[in-house]
């Protein structure tokens, strides 16, 4: 058995990243969660040349699981809302805690709702450990 001289990362350490789910190696976004300006998406990966969006309107699905983050988001904020302030009658109060929270993770669910989409909802987009050890060779 050959071995390697280098290590594959795990699909957790892959996909907080952000690496295209088939090679691991190339950025899917232009830029990091972090950066101010465009939150831009690539079309295809530059290593290995997977486009990311399947079909036209692939990423409709992504607002699904966009909604399950924001749900949690939200009963987690507002639960923690109440534990902090202990005020259970001003709806001002928990409306101004949902609209925080919503905007202050908009780019978080943008990103992750399209990268659970293309690595664990998207059978075709599986690792392939040769394209990662081509991006490695020395």
């Not at 972090?34 to 692939?58: A, D, N, V």
Request: net charge positive; proline share 5%; with cysteine.
């Amino acid at each position: 058995m050959e071995e390697t001289k280098y290590s594959i990362p795990s699909e957790w350490k892959s996909a907080i990243q952000g690496k295209c789910p088939r090679c691991r190696t190339s950025n899917m976004f232009e830029k990091s969660l972090f950066s101010i300006g465009s939150r831009k998406m690539r079309t295809q990966c530059l290593h290995c040349g997977l486009k990311f969006e399947k079909e036209p309107g692939y990423f409709y699905v992504a607002m699904y699981i966009s909604y399950v983050f924001v749900v949690a988001e939200l009963v987690t904020a507002c639960v923690g809302a109440y534990i902090i302030t202990g005020n259970l009658d001003s709806p001002w109060l928990y409306l101004s805690v949902a609209l925080v929270t919503a905007i202050v993770l908009a780019p978080f669910n943008y990103r992750y709702s399209r990268i659970v989409l293309l690595y664990w909802l998207t059978p075709a987009f599986k690792f392939r450990p040769d394209l990662y050890a081509s991006g490695r060779e020395d």
